[in-house]
């Protein structure tokens, strides 16, 4: 929906969206697959990987793949305000009262668990009528701390209407507190999609401005397991640094 000239979608409503990293290396074979799963009428869609492999940044290229009919929301098990359960409820109704009305929603009264019920029914509904599905993206909630996991996403796995064929779902996991699909409805169809360290030629992607020789590129790749959030780590410190090769070698043996 335009807004004073300006294209907007349901992810610029999200409130939950993260920043994007840049560069970006884009993973298509992975958005691809999921892709194919949903047009074969899948339902949900595990993204699975450790922690620092990169799964909340394909989460975000996963929501802007489908961005005209993606609802998402995005936690982080640091920071307690991204998964209290009241700050959730908001943004998914805000983002399902966009994609109906094409506002965001205004109303001083909030949003409870009624609310939520019948605006996931009013979407239903939009969805049937105009045959399309309506995609889910869930990320972080295996992050939230065992004693807050009751309270929000028990609460979520109640309130989102696993029954309307018309919503599929797409939610990371990690391998400390695994996500079981089986745990949230034992008759739900589901498949795993594993997320793993990026190849050489997705590291040399990332690390292209630095302007290092394939050996360099290939060395500090090798230091940090080519897991992409040490290679976050590695890329902020030799661009502030302007390292030299000798630095850079220091810093690989290091």
């Keep these: 929906n335009p807004v004073n000239g300006v294209l907007v979608t349901g992810l610029d409503i999200c409130q939950s969206f993260p920043d994007e ?3 970006l290396v884009i993973r298509d074979q992975c958005v691809h697959a999921i892709d194919d799963y949903f047009a074969s009428n899948g339902r949900v869609a595990l993204v699975e990987g450790v922690s620092g492999v990169g799964k909340t940044v394909l989460m975000t290229q996963v929501a802007r793949h489908y961005e005209n009919n993606c609802i ?5 098990g640091a920071n307690k305000w991204t998964y209290h359960i009241d700050v959730c409820l908001y943004d998914l109704y805000n983002q399902i009262h966009w994609a109906i ?3 965001e929603y205004k109303d001083d009264r909030g949003v409870n668990e009624a609310s939520i019920a019948q605006i996931m029914l009013k979407l239903r509904n939009q969805a049937r009528k105009d045959n399309r599905d309506y995609i889910f993206v869930l990320d972080g909630l295996d992050q939230i701390p065992s004693d807050q996991a009751t309270n929000t996403r028990a609460k979520l796995w109640e ?23 089986q745990d949230i409805d034992a008759g739900l169809d589901y498949k795993p999609f594993p997320v793993y360290p990026f190849s050489r030629e997705e590291c040399r992607q990332y690390l292209a401005d630095l302007s290092l020789d394939y050996h360099l ?5 090798r230091a940090c397991r080519f897991m992409p959030r040490l290679l976050s780590r590695a890329a902020k410190r030799l661009r502030l640094d302007t390292c030299d090769a000798n630095s850079i070698r220091g810093l690989i043996d290091k």
């Design 72 to 76: 998402c929301l995005f936690v982080n």
């Design 159 to 181: 309130l989102l209407r696993w029954e309307y064929h018309n919503f599929k779902f797409v939610i990371s996991t990690g391998n400390k507190t695994p996500i079981r699909v």
């Design 101 to 103: 009305e094409g506002t």
């Design 21 to 23: 990293p840049a560069p």
């Design 217 to 221: 590129v290939d060395g500090v790749s």
